[in-house]
């Protein structure tokens, strides 16, 4: 139970990201790339506090696997930020979690792992349900160039994932990579961004940075170690569901069948997986 609700609290964090990220963007106005920079600044500066008032060594900054993480982390923030130009919503979490579950699964097959037919049943349970809540409706475009930089982000996240299983220090780990993370920010403002700064939205890429990204990454690099690595992926497919049920309660979106239906399949299909891990536990 106490992973569980570790896990709940994660993914609730990663939804609110993704509702700050579309407050800031959308309702400020506030460039994307502009916004992924400051998110990344906040983050690091909220992590290395954590991190001097702890009483444990300081981490390694420079070693290969902080340098891989963020490099993973900055493609995923300028991939992620870049896509939502020209994607909807929808289209777009539906491209990055997608590609992640592919990836994921991918990765744990190449490794040999041993996945019970139960878990692929869940996974495309969920998979399902987050279709039906996200595909769009009706003749729909989709840009490629949003399409392509969606589809890097999802790998990119998926790479961190994956990355974090191995570390012995969450938090060391997070707030080295999004320090390494902040040149590359930088830079993708610099050559992207519009330097736009209003107040609004820098507060809201501040709360995004230092609170459900930073210490919501820190939590998650916490708890992969406890989890099968397709239980991972499977896990996040409920953020896309927990984010547009934050719009319904807190920006008053129409609750719809619709996605009464697509949040029943996706959570349905979670349980499903994590039940094949309680079973094998006993």
């Given amino acids: 139970m106490h992973l569980f609700l570790l896990v709940a609290l994660t993914m609730t964090a990663f939804a609110a990201n993704s509702i700050l990220n579309r407050v800031g963007v959308a309702i400020f106005g506030m460039d994307p790339m502009d916004f992924a920079a400051v998110r990344v600044v906040a983050g690091a500066a909220m992590l290395w506090l954590l991190v001097a008032l702890r009483k444990a060594p300081r981490p390694a900054v420079l070693t290969p696997a902080r340098l891989a993480g963020a490099c993973a982390l900055g493609a995923y923030m300028v991939g992620f930020s ?30 040999g792992q041993a996945i019970p037919p139960m878990r692929w049943i869940g ?8 279709c039906v809540l996200l595909w ?33 220090d969450a938090l060391g780990a997070t707030a080295s990579n999004f320090l390494l993370c902040v040149p590359l920010a930088g830079l993708a403002m610099l050559v992207a961004g519009q330097g736009n700064l209003p107040l609004a939205g820098t507060l809201t890429a501040i709360t995004a940075g230092a609170i459900t990204s930073g210490l919501g ?28 049920a934050a719009g319904v309660l807190i920006l ?12 029943g399949l996706v959570l349905g299909g979670i349980a499903l997986s ?9």
Wanted: without cysteine; positive net charge; proline residues 6%.
């Fill in 217 to 244: 990454y820190a939590l998650w690099y916490r708890v992969l170690p406890q989890l099968p690595t397709t239980v991972a992926g499977i896990a996040q497919l409920s953020v896309p569901v927990i984010a547009v």
């Fill in 274 to 282: 994590l039940t094949v891990r309680s079973a094998a536990r006993r």
């Fill in 123 to 130: 996974a495309g349970i969920a998979l399902a349900g987050l």
């Fill in 136 to 168: 769009p409706a009706g003749q729909a475009t989709v840009p490629f160039v949003g399409a392509l930089a969606m589809v890097l982000a999802g790998v990119s996240w998926a790479i961190y994932t994956l990355l974090g299983r191995a570390s012995p």
């Fill in 82 to 111: 870049w896509a939502y130009i020209t994607l909807d919503a929808g289209l777009g979490a539906l491209i990055l979690f997608g590609v992640l579950q592919v990836v994921v699964f991918g990765w744990a097959v190449w490794e």
């Fill in 252 to 263: 008053g979106e129409p609750l719809t069948w619709r996605l009464i239906i697509a949040g």
